[in-house]
């Protein structure tokens, strides 16, 4: 059974980084897309960015050029680097592949 641990959200003040990451432990398909969501309070959950078993990514708009969404195919890790951090990216973080969810880390950007 596929399992997903985030780690790696804590506070951080606006315009810090933060790399998130995500570890996969159990039977898994390289070419599965991954992908890291978030969910501010009061708001629905939305894709941050995505990355696809050859490598492709995709980003939400509000994050481009500020996030990177990497993978190590051997560890079975997604990390997510987050930089130049805002205050509306605070948020709980979760990687997902398929159907299967993480239970998420809350990232806070505040002065």
């Known amino acids: 059974q596929l399992q997903l641990v985030e780690s790696g959200g804590g506070l951080v003040q606006p315009g810090g980084s933060l790399r998130l990451s995500c570890a996969a432990s159990?039977?898994?398909?390289?070419?599965y897309t991954w992908g890291w969501h978030r969910q501010a309070p009061g708001k629905q959950r939305e894709l941050v960015?995505?990355?696809?078993?050859?490598?492709?990514?995709n980003y939400a708009d509000s994050v481009k050029g500020r996030f990177t969404i990497s993978r190590d195919y051997a560890k079975n890790t997604l990390f997510l680097q987050m930089n130049s951090l805002k205050t509306e990216d605070t948020a709980v973080y979760y990687c997902?592949?398929?159907?299967?969810w993480g239970q998420g880390t809350q990232v806070t950007v505040s002065s």
């Open positions: 159990g039977s898994i398909f390289s070419m």
């Open positions: 960015a995505a990355i696809t078993g050859n490598g492709r990514t």
């Open positions: 997902a592949v398929g159907l299967t």
